[in-house]
């Protein structure tokens, strides 16, 4: 039986140079896969493909909802004492700082697929959410209170300087 790196007769030399070519080759595998342009090349032929042969309908959704360069949807528990607890989605002006409420989940299970303003924002329901996903994460470790408010305040303030220079 033989193996890829069969001791038996290889020298140093061709050992190291299969080595290398397993490196070089691994190499250009995580280039091809981390290319944008052939991901969307890939996406066009796939997207025709299915097009072609199957009754799905198809989108890119990464690309529609530009699920990139930090950006995602994400779920968020809502915990009794975060900031978010107990208030209105008017009140919380969650979109000055570029976070978008696509939904609500109570805690019966009820979805709220189109939030409104006046729709409150209860202890246990699980927001759908919109955003750079590092302020997600700062909205769910926010704790109500002052500092909450402060904290707030200087995201909106953040997100109309990044607004500012786009």
């Known amino acids: 039986m033989m193996s890829f ?12 140079i299969t080595l290398a070519l397993l490196a070089a080759g691994l190499l250009l595998l995580w280039l091809i896969f981390n290319s944008r342009w ?35 949807v994400s ?3 809502v915990e009794s004492t975060d900031w978010l607890a107990g208030k209105c ?17 109570s805690s019966a299970g009820a979805f709220h697929g189109s939030p409104r303003g006046g729709d409150i924002v209860s202890a246990s329901d699980t927001l759908i959410l919109y955003g750079d996903l590092e302020n997600i994460e700062e909205l769910d470790r926010r704790r109500a209170g002052r500092a909450g408010d402060k904290e707030h305040s200087h995201a909106v303030e953040e997100q109309g300087e990044l607004e500012e220079t786009l």
Not at 5 to 16: C, D, I, Y
Not at 90 to 104: H, K, P, Q, R, T
């Open 89 to 105: 989605l008017a009140d919380l002006w969650l979109s000055d700082e570029g976070i978008l409420v696509l939904g609500i989940r």
């Open 75 to 77: 779920e968020m528990l």
């Open 38 to 72: 052939i991901e969307r090349h890939m996406n066009r032929v796939i997207a025709w493909t299915l097009k072609k042969f199957t009754d799905l309908d198809v989108r890119d959704y990464v690309a529609l909802l530009e699920l990139s360069n930090g950006y995602a």
């Open 5 to 16: 790196m069969s001791t038996t007769g290889a020298s140093v030399t061709q050992r190291t």
